[in-house]
T-cell receptor, first 116, second 112 residues
Framework: GAVVSQHPSRVICKSGTSVKIECRSL??????MFWYRQFPKQSLMLMAT?????????EQGVEKDKFLINHASLTLSTLTVTSAHPEDSSFYIC????????????FGPGTRLTVT | QQQVKQSPQSLIVQKGGIPIINCAYE??????FPWYQQFPGKGPALLIA?????SEKKEGRFTISFNKSAKQFSLHIMDSQPGDSATYFC???????????FGTGTRLQVFP
């Protein structure tokens, strides 16, 4: 149980275009999901907290107009990278917090974004 | 205040050895301390976690030692195997927001 999926696993896009990444909790409901970014050989950096039915909360330094987050249901959150640039190339990882459990966040397999 | 410091950056051990990874924090608002294992190109997977009212927790070959007064915690991997070769991250969770703050990571290599 407690599986989180991400789609796509890899995406290559041209500079200036937008890309949408989906994060789904497959066998549990998640009122809260988190989005992280990880550059090569670095740690995970929290970008934003996504709450079902409300606006996302962004970490300091993360542009909310560039990284649009929508948490429209208890099992789906999406991250849209708008007007992507090569410096946005990174590994994007989501996690979902089980609404019925006290502590655990379950991580997705990640999405590799390459902007050319 | 939000940082979690992790050391060493990399670690090389022989099969059967006991690698130890250390983490330290400052913020007393953290209430939960998980460890994650990450293989290249994959998302992190929860290994073991501890709450600050417990000094030690063991699950299989993985043990967390927690020193609340020193604000330090460590991961021990008993009888390490080549399949344990991965990057390990400690993390600390804010109790009010569920946000996780990750350490900088330790790349472990276990040689046969």
């Amino acid at each position: 149980g407690a599986v989180v999926s991400q789609h796509p696993s890899r995406v290559i896009c041209k500079s200036g275009t937008s890309v949408k990444i989906e994060c789904r909790s497959l066998d549990f409901q998640a009122t809260t999901m988190f989005w992280y970014r990880q550059f090569p050989k670095q740690s995970l950096m929290l970008m934003a907290t996504s709450n079902e039915g409300s606006k996302a909360t962004y970490e300091q330094g993360v542009e909310k107009d560039k990284f649009l987050i929508n948490h429209a249901s208890l099992t789906l959150s999406t991250l849209t990278v708008t007007s992507a640039h090569p410096e946005d190339s990174s590994f994007y990882i989501c996690s979902a917090r089980d609404s019925t459990g006290p502590y655990e966040q379950y991580f997705g397999p990640g999405t590799r974004l390459t902007v050319t | 205040q939000q940082q979690v410091k992790q050391s060493p950056q990399s670690l090389i051990v022989q099969k059967g050895g006991i690698p130890i990874i250390n983490c330290a924090y400052e913020n007393t608002a953290f209430d939960y301390f998980p460890w994650y294992q990450q293989f290249p190109g994959k998302g992190p997977a929860l290994l073991i976690a501890i709450r600050p009212d417990v000094s030690e927790k063991k699950e299989g070959r993985f043990t967390i030692s927690f020193n609340k007064s020193a604000k330090q915690f460590s991961l021990h991997i008993m009888d390490s195997q080549p399949g344990d070769s991965a990057t390990y991250f400690c993390a600390a969770r804010f109790g009010d927001t569920d946000k996780l703050i990750f350490g900088t990571g330790t790349r472990l290599q276990v040689f046969p």
